[in-house]
């Protein structure tokens, strides 16, 4: 038999400052494209708004970050290739 190895702690997100506006932005550019999928039968239900990971060296360490991320978060094959027609078809107009 052999002896568990310990495992090493999954790294922590460290907070970020994020201007309120900044996150407000990704939030509402986060519902207005949950809206536009909604409109053209595509739902990806994993979507969210998150901020950065940290800088790890010092040069930016002082300032806010200045945006927040929009999370799209993971899709079946079929969501994939109803976006991807989609993008396509609006990319032809």
């Given at each position: ?7 090493p ?26 809206a ?17 990971w ?39 107009r």
């Amino acid at each position: 038999m052999t002896s568990a190895t310990p495992k090493p702690p999954l790294p922590r997100r460290t907070p970020q400052r994020v201007a309120p506006e900044k996150i407000q932005e990704a939030v509402e550019a986060r519902d207005a494209l949950a809206a536009a999928l909604t409109g053209a039968g595509i739902q990806l239900p994993a979507m969210d708004v998150r901020t950065p990971w940290p800088v790890t060296d010092d040069s930016d360490a002082g300032r806010a970050t200045r945006y927040a991320l929009i999370h799209l978060g993971v899709c079946s094959a079929p969501v994939a290739l109803a976006l991807a027609a989609v993008i396509v078809y609006g990319a032809g107009r």
